[in-house]
Nanobody, 120 residues
Framework: QVQLVESGGGLVQPGGSLRLSCAASGSIFSINFMKWYRQAPGSQRELVAHITSGGSTNYADSVKGRFTISRDNAKNTVYLQMNSLKPEDTAVYYC??????????????WGQGTQVTVSS
């Protein structure tokens, strides 16, 4: 079965950096777009960044200029480089991907989430 596994979260000070990764594995035929979402306690999940299969990207205004999404298609992995982190970036970060299975139609998959905490 297809699964997404995030890693790279942790505790950092304001102004610091982290790089998150999310690797897809399983019976994969192709991956369309890949996204990063985040959800802070008591808040709605929000879209942080989006990258298409062709490498086109977009970002939430709150992270534009600080975060960079990228992907390595050979590794079926998406990354989120987070710089100049702020306390308001604290959240659980989830990756999401539209994936076509080798013998199944395209559908959305979610990772388990990785905690990012920005605090002094």
């Amino acid at each position: 079965q297809v699964q997404l596994v995030e890693s790279g979260g942790g505790l950092v000070q304001p102004g610091g950096s982290l790089r998150l990764s999310c690797a897809a594995s399983g019976s994969i035929f192709s991956i369309n777009f890949m996204k990063w979402y985040r959800q802070a306690p008591g808040s709605q999940r929000e879209l942080v960044a989006h990258i298409t299969s062709g490498g086109s990207t977009n970002y939430a205004d709150s992270v534009k200029g600080r975060f960079t999404i990228s992907r390595d298609n050979a590794k079926n992995t998406v990354y989120l480089q987070m710089n100049s982190l702020k306390p308001e970036d604290t959240a659980v970060y989830y990756c999401n991907a539209q994936i076509r299975g080798q013998n199944s139609p395209t559908r959305s998959y979610w990772g388990q989430g990785t905690q990012v905490t920005v605090s002094s």
